[in-house]
């Protein structure tokens, strides 16, 4: 069974920086198109950036310029460089993966657990 393991998430001030992995298992990330999605308390869960199987990446609005998707075919883990965070970046990172219209759709076929993400300003 496909395995997606988030790591990395935690307390930091606005503007700070953190960088979120993805350890995929059961699965190569250079196959499937990746995703970073998150939920914010009382809000649904949005997509937050995409990497797809020739690495393009599609980022949401919210992120352009701040967060960075990127993946590492050898490690076959999946990460999202977060810079400049600020407290609407409050959230639960969850990784996901699947074929790119699930993806997209917010529908993929496997997801990781979440990674708590929180400002401390």
């Known amino acids: 069974q496909v395995q997606l393991v988030e790591s990395g998430g935690g307390s930091v001030q606005a503007g700070g920086s953190l960088r979120l992995s993805c350890a995929v298992s059961?699965?190569?990330?250079?196959?499937?198109?990746m995703g970073w999605f998150r939920q914010a308390p009382g809000k649904e869960r949005e997509g937050v950036s995409l990497?797809?199987?020739?690495?393009?990446?599609s980022p949401a609005d919210s992120v352009k310029g701040r967060f960075t998707i990127s993946k590492d075919n050898a490690k076959n883990t999946l990460y999202l460089q977060m810079n400049s965070l600020k407290p609407e970046d409050t959230a639960v990172y969850y990784c996901?993966?699947?074929?790119?219209?699930?993806?997209?759709?917010?529908?993929?076929?496997?997801w990781g657990q979440g990674t708590q993400v929180t400002d401390s300003s």
């Open positions: 059961r699965a190569t990330v250079s196959y499937y198109c």
């Open positions: 996901a993966a699947g074929q790119r219209a699930g993806v997209l759709a917010g529908t993929p076929k496997y």
């Open positions: 990497i797809d199987s020739y690495g393009s990446t």
